[in-house]
């Protein structure tokens, strides 16, 4: 099972859009995918246009606000085929709470732990995190061990990226396995030169990590409001094709890695 954190430091550089539609185009090829929503806002239920009771909070803690206990099933919802959702919202407050409440030997691990799934049901995790850096943010960095970044071609998105180094150095301290796995330029606009500039920087910086860029499309921007996703609202549109490709390069590493022989 693939672990990936959809994180940087900064908001509005598309990290939720990629979560989003990376998870509903990995589910629509076969791959078995559990979206997680790591941010209070509540977004990835609501572009999915689905209204789970439970989520994160119940599914970690085992319990529900008012004290009773909810197994992890009922907190798991089944937002397409494919691909369920643990949803986030204002409760993760509170669970950021219970986190700092946990004995200081495994605080940062809890999410990890909870997460274990039986035998093979499941292909790939994935996190829409927050932009902050907070004890959430600790430990799902504890439970992964890839890391795809969305950085905007647009602003002064490299600063943001060099605080999210930061927070990458310190986690990796706790997380050996944890990696720098994909660069995804985000809302590329041919017509400006500060797209090509950031972008070009970007290769030359994380030529490994680079992937193609998704493109600024008003259709990704749109389809959120009705609850759905880019595929669902224009399959032809560049942000369906954009996403299409990063999908496919994630499966494919995937099938890259079963490859490799091993020999210790
Ligand atoms: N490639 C894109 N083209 C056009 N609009 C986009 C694109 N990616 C994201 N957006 C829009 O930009 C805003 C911020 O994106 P979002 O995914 O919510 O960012 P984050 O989760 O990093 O805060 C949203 O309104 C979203 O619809
Ligand atoms: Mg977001």
């Not at 693939?2 to 791959?31: D, F």
Request: with cysteine; charged share 25%; proline share 4%.
């Amino acid at each position: 099972m693939r672990k990936i954190a959809i994180a940087m430091a900064k908001g509005g550089v598309g990290k939720t859009t990629t979560a989003i539609n990376l998870s509903h185009e990995l589910a629509m090829q076969g791959q078995r995918v559990l979206l997680i929503d790591c941010d209070t806002q509540d977004q990835v239920s609501k572009f999915l246009g689905v209204k789970p009771t439970y989520g994160m909070y119940e599914f970690v803690t085992g319990k529900n606000g008012k004290g009773k206990q909810v197994a992890k099933k009922e907190a798991i919802f089944p937002a397409r085929e494919n691909l369920w959702v643990l949803t986030g919202g204002i409760k993760l407050v509170e669970l950021k709470n219970w986190l700092g409440e946990q004995p200081r030997k495994n605080r940062h691990t809890c999410l990890r732990n909870a997460l274990i799934p039986k035998g093979t049901a499941l292909d790939f995790l994935i996190f829409d995190c927050a932009p902050g850096w907070d004890i959430l943010s600790v430990n799902i960095l504890m439970a992964v061990n890839e890391v795809l970044c969305p950085v905007a071609l647009q602003g002064p998105s490299l600063e943001g990226l060099k605080t999210f180094f930061g927070y990458l150095l310190s986690a990796q301290k706790q997380n050996k396995m944890l990696e720098l796995k994909y660069i995804l330029p985000t809302m590329f606009d041919g017509r400006t030169r500060q797209s090509f500039e950031i972008y070009t920087k970007l290769k030359r910086l994380f030529a490994k990590q680079i992937c193609h860029p998704i493109r600024l499309n008003v259709r990704l921007s749109e389809a959120p409001s009705l609850g759905k996703t880019i595929f669902e609202y224009d399959q032809r549109a560049a942000g369906a094709q954009d996403y299409r490709k990063l999908a496919r390069r994630l499966i494919d590493d995937g099938i890259q890695a079963r490859q490799v022989p091993r020999f210790f």
